[in-house]
């Protein structure tokens, strides 16, 4: 990975893995990930992190009791 970002879209790929990305934004970046390898790239690194943070939540929820 190399900083800072080439290409403008890259830094929203954690955003769009996110889900937390508008929908014009996300059809932006769907449309703009078929022709730019740096975003894929991006995209195929960060995919693992909603799972990772579902596990940490959970594993947060069973030390302290606290849900959230
Ligand atoms: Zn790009």
Wanted: aromatic share 6%; proline share 7%.
């Amino acid at each position: 990975m190399t900083w800072p970002p080439r290409c403008p879209y890259r830094i929203s790929v954690a955003s769009y893995v996110l889900g937390a990305l508008p929908a014009d934004e996300r059809r932006e970046l769907d449309t703009h990930l078929r022709t730019c390898q740096e975003c894929r790239t991006e995209l195929i690194g960060l995919a693992a992190l909603p799972g990772l943070l579902a596990r940490l939540r959970r594993r947060f929820r069973r030390a302290t009791g606290l849900s959230g």
